[in-house]
């Protein structure tokens, strides 16, 4: 790729070589995933005149909506429009999106300002959201509608219905409610296990109550896994099946 970004590190070459390998998939034009991590933040610092990802985002989303609308409509034939939408919005949302973006370390990976860099930018759900959609219209273009469409349903679970029942559920908050009943009880999450290349990792989180294991659960990030973990501990506290 020598030569092919003016007056870019070769870190950032690096940078861009290990997220392909994380996300897995290869970049013909290597310049749309540069764009696509770029925020504008981080351009206007680099003068790359608008060279940021918000154009990205703006194809991204559509291309995942049409993705995700065309998987809905072939697999769920007994929903009506209205259950469609809805279930549609709770895969798209901003709150999805950047759970999504989790399971690929994209925060990792996202080009900001100093400003930004400093304020944590990398971990706001809007930036994030929006650099996964930019990342989305960035395969689309180098690679076409499947290459994009493989790249989306990845992220899609196994049972669409159920899960995303399921996710309105906050078992963490849950928790967190129950355990500050009792002031001098504290509960921590620590990640013990993690396996499974790049592109499709599994974590491993134990919940602990005062040091003691209280619940273990498995996901494809570390949220859904820490998610996983409070439920199993609300379920041995006594609050049944959540």
Known sequence: MKGQYNNIEKNLENRLNEFEKVIG?????QRLLYEALSHSSYANEMKRHGKN???LEFLGDSVLSIVVSDYLYRH???LPEGELTRV????VCEKALFEFADQIRLSDFILLGKGEKRSHGNERPSIVSDAFEALIAAIYLDGGLEAAKKHIMRFMPDDIITEKKESNDDYKSMLQEIIQRNPEESVEYRL??????DHDKKFTVRVMLNSNVIGEGTGRSKKSAEQTAAKEALELMGYGKM
């Open 25 to 29: 998939y290869k970049f013909n034009n």
């Open 53 to 55: 990802n918000e154009r």
């Open 88 to 91: 549609r919005a709770s895969l």
């Open 76 to 78: 769920f034939k007994h």
């Open 192 to 197: 013990v296990a993690e396996s499974g290349p």
